[in-house]
């Protein structure tokens, strides 16, 4: 097993202090927060010593007397000159001549050849500088001075939370949770705590925590002491999800529905639904297990989101997050999956336990609704195969074979076309456009959903019926427009762009964005040299926009997951699916719906300007530190009087933070937050 690469010991929270010196050392997550990325680098004017200030004024009055000098020398050679010529070429001569003086003057000063460099070294000896102790930035580049944050006060240190809460879901928490209605799976749902019981407090690692395996290593095996729940290994052993040996877990690849392994399973799939073809390229894993599909499709380069409610089986989305396996807290219930229409190559559903039969196929017609138009969907287990496995599923015949009955009607409803059934796997590919399938097939209750911004999903009511795809002038053509295979899918202009279906963004500006965010990428790897090397594997990006950071970064060694605020001006949600990367709608005001410490590296663009009237900015830092591994890394853009009370509340986190020049220059109002999230653990607080 390798070494850890977090510190053997971990850090004192308590006995830390946020002293400057500390704040300048190289953390050890592979920042290199060098000088001209300080606090001094767009600092206002600095003050300066009384005994410097009298070398800098002996400097200027010798150099002011020596310029008069000059100019009266040539105001007297003129006057004694009665041929205007002759002046003028005069004056021309001796102008040019000082020109070339004080150029070779500043060459010879530079070259370190004279003594221009020992008077240049004297000088800045003599008029050493120091920070203002109650340094501001409010007035430099904001004139409207939003935040009216002009004292310096330091904010109290935030104190670590009970050990009861190293697991801490906001919005999933079981007590809560059980208060609501268990119809519809309502109590799986997300219900955030009011202001009130919000937790304002750090969320602890569990005693021994370590640094997780890098990919892929980690999709085979799991630290203990990360996750310390054992119970699957017991409930799942025969099923081979997972084994615990010696200090860590070992994910074998298995499943309930395929026992000889997911690279077989896999196969299965391959050989009716083109997945190497680069066709597939974003999947969705309804009730996922510990995701190992999705862990196992990374081969193919499809990206799965897969999603399970809390405590179905313990820890399985934490498990998932903690393999690198992109994965969310989530239940199809009684509101809308938090994303946009016409998103999904592939929906997958495994012996899932979802009702596809009830509720009149509202379940299906949510698949339905996330689906790309010629979009695969897979069902594997109970009731499909049920003349075989009947048995083993300890329900009768006449109960699986009615349960597989409504399952057609409904698919026949959406005009889905079913390709296959074998082995206990059925797939149904989605109509290409609402010509190709008749009026009449469509459900008879209410036939197609209103019309609505495929954005419009968070916390909406599911509905029974059909959401209409995009008017084609063909019975051939694709609604919404063809995608491009990937990888050529990730930079090639997206569907909803060339259609004018994005307010604000044209070809141009998507192709302007791109070109952006890989300068800025590349501006980041300058000051975080291990951005790129594996070291991050679950990134954030907090405010996606269209995806460009996400497309910059691509790589097999790394994912992203690309939020994009429920408050944004424009959603952008379609766009970043149609470029081949996966993401979601989320509300910064609340919890994330995830495990504590599932992310690497959080980027966050803008998002403190978005949020500064919606909700208080600790709420979101306090999540963000949340949702953070203990030393993963934070980059924050945004304006700098913004920046100025981020970065106070970082510090009171224990974060160990620089602030950077925008990559324009110090002129640029916009500037970077750099963070490293410290280590400590529950033990360490607690004694």
């Known amino acids: 097993m390798e070494a850890p690469e977090l510190p053997a010991q971990p850090v004192d929270f308590e006995g830390e202090n946020a002293e400057e010196k500390e704040r300048t050392e190289e953390p050890a997550s592979g920042f290199r927060l060098q000088a001209d990325t300080s606090l001094a680098s767009i600092a206002p004017p600095l003050a300066i010593s009384e005994e410097s200030s009298e070398v800098v004024s002996l400097v200027s009055h010798r150099f002011r007397t020596l310029v008069v000098a000059v100019l009266a020398s040539i105001e007297?050679?003129?006057r004694n000159l009665t041929d205007n010529r002759t002046r003028n070429t005069l004056v021309m001569i001796v102008i040019f001549g000082l020109c070339s003086f004080f150029y070779l003057l500043g060459v010879w000063q530079k070259s370190g050849s004279g003594g221009g460099d020992g008077i240049q070294t004297w000088v800045n000896e003599q008029t050493k500088c120091a920070q203002l102790p109650n340094l501001s930035f409010e007035t430099h580049h904001s004139a409207s001075n939003l935040l009216n944050d002009t004292d310096n006060s330091k904010i109290e240190p935030f104190k670590p939370c009970d050990e009861q809460y190293t697991d801490y879901t906001p919005c999933e928490e079981q007590s809560r949770a059980m208060t609501f209605p268990r119809d519809n799976m309502i109590y799986r749902e997300r219900h955030c705590p009011p202001d009130k019981e919000k937790l304002y407090c750090l969320i602890p690692a569990p005693k021994g925590y370590v640094a997780p395996f890098r990919w892929p290593k980690s999709r085979d095996f799991v630290h203990y002491a990360n996750v310390p729940h054992k119970s699957l290994t017991v409930e799942k052993a025969i099923q081979n999800w997972v084994h615990y040996?010696?200090?860590?877990?070992?994910?074998?690849?298995?499943?309930?529905?395929?026992?000889?392994?997911?690279?077989?399973?896999?196969?299965?799939?391959?050989?009716?639904?083109?997945?190497?073809?680069?066709?597939?390229?974003t999947a969705l894993d309804t009730g996922c297990g510990v995701a190992s599909l999705g862990a196992y499709l990374f081969k193919k380069n499809v990206l799965t989101i897969s999603f399970a409610p809390r405590d179905n089986h313990e820890a399985q989305v934490q498990f998932a997050l903690e393999r690198g396996v992109p994965a969310y807290i989530g239940v199809l219930g009684s509101i809308k999956l938090p994303f946009p229409s016409r998103a999904f190559d592939m929906a997958h559903c495994s012996r899932c336990l979802i009702p596809w039969s009830g509720n009149d196929g509202m379940y299906m017609m949510e698949v339905d609704r996330v689906l790309r138009p010629g979009g695969y969907w897979v069902l594997s287990g109970p009731p499909i195969g049920w003349k075989i496995y009947y048995e083993g599923w300890q329900h009768s015949k006449e109960d699986l074979q009615n349960e597989q009955r409504k399952i057609e009607q409904f698919a026949q409803l959406l005009?889905?076309?079913?390709?296959?059934?074998?082995?206990?796997?059925?797939?149904w590919r989605k109509r290409l456009n609402d010509k190709s399938c008749s009026m009449k097939q469509y459900n008879p209750k209410g036939v197609k959903c209103g019309l609505t911004s495929d954005s419009d999903v968070w916390y909406k009511k599911m509905e029974v019926c059909i959401d209409p795809l995009p008017n084609v002038n063909s019975v051939s053509k694709v609604a919404g427009g063809q995608l491009e295979p990937f990888p050529k899918r990730l930079y090639a202009v997206p569907p909803r762009i060339t259609l004018g279906s994005v307010p604000g963004f044209s070809v141009q500006s998507y192709e302007e964005d791109n070109k952006l965010w890989q300068?800025?990428?590349?501006?980041?790897k300058n000051t975080n040299n291990l951005l790129d090397t594996g070291r991050y594997r679950n990134i954030m990006d907090m405010n996606a926009g269209l995806g460009s950071f996400a497309a910059a970064l691509e790589s097999p060694k790394l994912w992203v997951m690309n939020v994009v605020p429920t408050i944004a001006n424009t959603s952008t949600l379609g766009v970043i699916y149609e470029r081949g990367l996966i993401g979601m709608y989320h509300d910064w005001c609340e919890g994330f719906s995830t495990y504590p410490r599932t992310y690497d590296l959080i980027h966050s663009n803008g998002i403190f300007s978005l949020y500064q009237n919606k909700c208080q900015f600790e709420d979101i830092l306090l999540e963000m530190d949340r949702i953070l591994r203990p030393e993963g890394a934070v980059i924050i853009r945004d304006k700098v009087d913004v920046l100025v009370k981020v970065e106070k509340i970082a510090n009171a986190m224990r974060w160990k933070t620089r602030l950077a020049d925008h990559e324009g220059g110090p002129l640029v109002p916009e500037k970077i937050l750099f963070a490293v999230k410290q280590y400590w653990t529950v033990a360490k607080t607690s004694s």
Do not use: H
Request: charged share 25%.
């Open 76 to 78: 007297c050679m003129a």
């Open 245 to 281: 040996e010696g200090n860590v877990f070992r994910f074998p690849g298995g499943g309930t529905q395929f026992p000889q392994g997911a690279d077989k399973y896999i196969d299965q799939l391959a050989s009716v639904i083109p997945i190497a073809e680069g066709k597939v390229r």
């Open 415 to 427: 005009c889905w076309k079913k390709i296959s059934e074998k082995d206990g796997i059925a797939i």
């Open 519 to 524: 300068k800025y990428v590349e501006a980041y």
